[in-house]
């Protein structure tokens, strides 16, 4: 099992930056794919962005492209998702999950570990 706690959310203003941190318990981090997902009010949760074991292989929302990168690294169980040109859009509650295996998977379905969430809200 692994445990996720999320840090970095907060408020900005549209065009401003903010990096959030997923930081996972355990020793066993680098056999998981990790991912970002968002819930805005009232709204599904969405994929924003995953990365594999070893941060060779990437995918990220079409919302997002070109404007959020995925990072981690294993030797501190820690993953980030740096996110540039903010728009009040972005507004929601940002989670960290895990799936056991490494791979890239955007569907939340196959993420069984999942932090509490933070909140990141862009203000017009």
């Known amino acids: 099992q692994v445990q996720l706690v999320e840090s970095g959310g907060g408020l900005v203003q549209a065009g401003g930056s903010l990096r959030l941190s997923c930081v996972a318990s355990g020793r066993t981090f680098i056999r998981y794919g990790m991912a970002w997902f968002r819930q805005a009010p009232g709204k599904e949760r969405e994929f924003v962005a995953a990365i594999s074991w070893n941060g060779g292989s990437t995918a990220f929302g079409d919302s997002v492209k070109g404007r959020f990168t995925i990072s981690r690294v294993n030797a501190k169980n820690t993953m980030a998702l740096q996110m540039n040109s903010l728009k009040p859009e972005d507004t929601a509650v940002y989670y960290c999950?895990?799936?056991?295996?490494?791979?890239?998977?955007?569907?939340?379905?196959?993420?069984?570990?999942w932090g509490q969430g933070t909140q990141v809200t862009v203000s017009s």
């Open positions: 999950a895990a799936t056991l295996g490494g791979v890239v998977v955007t569907s939340q379905g196959s993420y069984a570990y």
